[in-house]
């Protein structure tokens, strides 16, 4: 008997698997602790429902117990507020965008194995955070795409200003040039310091990576979310107007260089679409993600939304599987 077998985990079509808070009542903590992080690695992602979270104090102690090690987010995009050590708000992306399908800081020299959810208070419509499991995202993409980012990796290049995206300070912790360079240097980053203080960098990581535990080979990158075919065409256009394709606050190519074609940037972000399962929060949920077996977006919402974030048990992905 493997340890999640312990855990009644509800598997139905469309949606996570799900737990029900009553399944695990007096059931002692460390015990759950290790059955629902192996169900997580069986299952990619477990939502357990009726968890009964309150507050962030109450968040903040669940994540605490249930990681192995809290991260501190590094090379943000979009700007959080810190709840307490290791624990944030979610991102403040526009509540009308979506946010597409993504493997966290994965374009991160050091990249959190395990991402935490808890919801405080569910939006009055949409704000679902969906997961889809990125061996049968893998699976499903053409061998010939998969072939060449296996074999080249994708590139990130972002441009940093003080007008859009995050600021340097936000990403890095720092505004100063020698900590923000001493950085890049330690996690495999180029850099440029453009005229009038912006920053431009560049760095190439493994599209495809193997499961830490399981050794499966799994998608893992943010080629599609951080591309600029993915921005609502408005936000685009205004953006390639005023700074031009080469600096856009942030863009994805082939590991060598290539821009990708908008298509590609579809066809990616299609299958996802294809293998994205979703559970409309209530409050007091708790949602483990394996970030590296699952990935994860949030669909546009309307109302008051409040869901705390933490980043756990980093993994190097180091070169392609």
Do not use: K
């Not at 453009?194 to 990581?205: E, I, S």
């Amino acid at each position: 008997m493997t340890q999640s077998s312990l855990l009644d985990v509800e598997i139905r079509p469309g949606r996570p698997p799900l737990l029900p808070a009553s399944a695990i009542r007096g059931m002692p903590w460390e015990e759950f602790r290790g059955a629902l992080r192996s169900a997580v690695v069986e299952y990619g992602s477990v939502m357990v429902r009726g968890f009964g979270l309150t507050g962030p104090d109450d968040v903040a102690g669940v994540f605490r117990g249930l990681a192995d090690r809290l991260m501190t987010e590094r090379e943000a995009f979009a700007a959080r507020d810190v709840v307490a050590d290791g624990v944030y708000t979610s991102s403040a992306w526009p509540a009308n965008q979506q946010m597409c399908m993504h493997h966290e800081l994965s374009y991160a020299l050091d990249a959190p194995g395990l991402m935490m959810f808890a919801c405080l208070a569910a939006p009055a419509s949409g704000g679902t955070t969906g997961v889809a499991d990125s061996a049968a995202v893998l699976d499903a993409l053409p061998p010939g795409v998969v072939e060449r980012f296996e074999r080249d990796g994708w590139l990130l290049v972002r441009s940093y200003n003080d007008e859009i995206g995050a600021t340097v300070a936000e990403s890095f912790g720092t505004d100063d040039p020698a900590a923000v360079e001493a950085y890049c240097r330690a996690n495999a980053i180029e850099f440029a310091w453009q005229p009038g203080g912006g920053l431009r960098t560049r760095q190439r990581r493994p599209a495809v990576l193997r499961h830490p535990v399981t050794g499966r080979r799994c998608w893992f990158n943010q080629i599609a979310f951080l591309n600029e075919a993915t921005m609502a065409p408005e936000v685009r256009e205004y953006l390639l107007e005023v700074y031009g394709p080469d600096g856009l606050p942030f863009t994805t190519r082939f590991g060598d260089g290539e821009p990708l074609h908008p298509e590609l940037v579809e066809l990616i972000t299609d299958t996802y679409e294809l293998h994205t399962l979703r559970e409309p929060w209530q409050a007091g949920d708790l949602l483990l993600v394996d970030n590296v077996r699952t990935a994860h977006g949030r669909d546009p919402f309307d109302g008051d939304r409040s869901v705390l974030v933490a980043m756990a048990d980093p993994i190097r992905p180091g070169g392609p599987a």
